[in-house]
């Protein structure tokens, strides 16, 4: 669920820091700086979803609370679970499962690609001045690092020292390791097409960019009916190819006036805007629980439903006491006491549920709801693991429902149970009165 969340999260990414190139920065002959925009957008959007940062803190504690200390919250779990028979299809997990299975396919073409090219210019190529040059095998002038596939049959000798020249400034910028990356990103991110917008831009402005540079020592004007007689088509793009890039876009390019230096600061205003769009992914405010009403009695009729939940049952062999926030002065329960109940935990979900029969596991998703005596959890998110005897909630919030306990809860980022140590460890946890 992380993993396609992120992805989700980078696409958009992707899509917000494209639109300005589209709509203003590609008709510019920045080209070196809308190569540089074009990389710097995929590697912040990349790292986006990985960057949190905290605006606001929990007036909480972390610690680790012994539930002995708690009163009267003792339940037991017995080891029953859901048959298998009344499992729905889990399409979150076939969606994972097809989204692997395509990134594996893609990754296997891409390394088959990239071993094929090597190959030929092991067997095929020959080194001049520090470069392997392979001669009339593609059937086309392209690079690859520092590999040329060289086709200049029927050309003067001048143009081919203007075909050699492009394909050596390709090498020399480096713009085989821009391909490469945005090939590796096409496999990941094979479902989003602005990655496959982007990467053309970018391969475009990498011609544009080489066509600036040989322009600017020869005659504009021959320089383009050569790129006219060699028009041809490239199926791999993971090379830089001397007559790609869009021949009508490369030609208007060559004769195009410079934009003036003050549209730079355009990209500035770009930078500043793409800033608060990604504020919205790093920072960090409070949790759903800190929003959630005062008192607990009131909490729980705001999340009741008008009849009985379709709830799941869940037992375990093992004693579990669950905590909550404090105790009255009433005495504690003695331990005979408290291994006689027997009662059983109702669990369910706004969102879904998912018992995994094998692991011993089930997830609970979307306002999910524990009960179980006298005692509460409500938490965006909640798995019990049978297998190692642990109970997990995040942003989960903690009561009793006796009427003699003092009303206030537990609220917390995380809670984690261990039944058999029967310790449980809050992470930004918080006492609500």
């Given at each position: ?207 544009f960019e080489v066509d600036a540079l040989i322009a600017s020592k020869q005659n504009p004007k021959t320089y383009a ?71 607990g009695n009131v909490l729980l009729r705001k999340f009741a439903k008008p009849g009985p939940p379709a709830t799941s ?21 003695k331990r005979s006491d408290i291994t006689k109940d027997t009662t059983r935990i109702n669990a369910w979900a706004n ?83």
């Open positions: 669920m992380e993993i396609l969340t992120n992805l989700g999260k980078i696409s958009i990414c992707m899509a917000v820091c494209y639109l300005p190139y589209y709509f203003v920065f590609r008709k510019y002959t920045f080209f070196t700086l809308n190569r540089w925009y074009l990389l710097s957008s995929l590697m912040v959007s990349l790292l986006i979803p990985f960057i949190h940062i905290k605006t606001t803190h929990a007036n909480g504690f972390n610690r680790k609370i012994s539930i002995e200390e708690m009163r009267e919250t003792g339940a037991i779990i017995e080891n029953i679970l859901v048959p298998a028979k009344h499992l729905a299809i889990n399409w979150l997990q076939v969606t994972q499962w097809i989204y692997i299975s395509v990134t594996v396919i893609l990754a296997a073409r891409l390394l088959f690609t990239v071993v094929l090219i090597l190959y030929k210019a092991l067997k095929h190529g020959k080194v001049v001045n520090g470069q392997r040059v392979i001669y009339h095998l593609s059937g086309h002038n392209s690079s690859f690092f520092n590999i040329l596939f060289l086709d200049i049959n029927g050309l003067t000798e001048d143009e081919r020292q203007t075909v050699l020249a492009h394909e050596q400034a390709h090498v020399r910028l480096a713009h085989s390791a821009d391909n490469l990356f945005t090939a590796v990103l096409k496999v990941v991110f094979w479902f989003n097409p602005f990655i496959y917008l982007m990467a053309n831009s970018l391969r475009q402005n990498h011609e009916g050569l790129l006219y007689r060699m028009s041809a088509c490239n199926k791999l793009q993971i090379l830089n190819q001397f007559n790609s890039g869009g021949l009508k876009s490369r030609v208007n390019m060559l004769f195009k006036s410079k934009t003036h230096t003050n549209r730079k600061l355009q990209y500035l205003v770009a930078l500043l805007f793409l800033g608060i769009f990604s504020s919205g992914f790093i920072l960090e405010g409070k949790t759903i629980t800190d929003k959630l009403p005062h008192i049952t869940f037992r375990m062999s093992k004693e579990v006491y669950l905590p909550i926030a404090k105790r009255d002065t009433a005495p504690t329960p969102d879904s549920t998912y018992v995994d029969v094998e692991k011993g596991i089930t997830h609970l998703y979307g306002d999910a709801h524990v009960t179980y005596g006298n005692i509460q959890i409500i938490a965006g998110y909640i798995r019990i693991n049978k297998t190692n005897g642990t109970i997990f909630a995040k942003h989960a919030k903690i009561e009793s429902l006796k009427p003699s306990f003092k009303e206030n809860a537990l609220t917390a980022d995380s809670l984690t149970f261990n039944l058999k140590t029967r310790r449980a460890i809050t992470f930004n946890a918080t006492e609500v009165q």
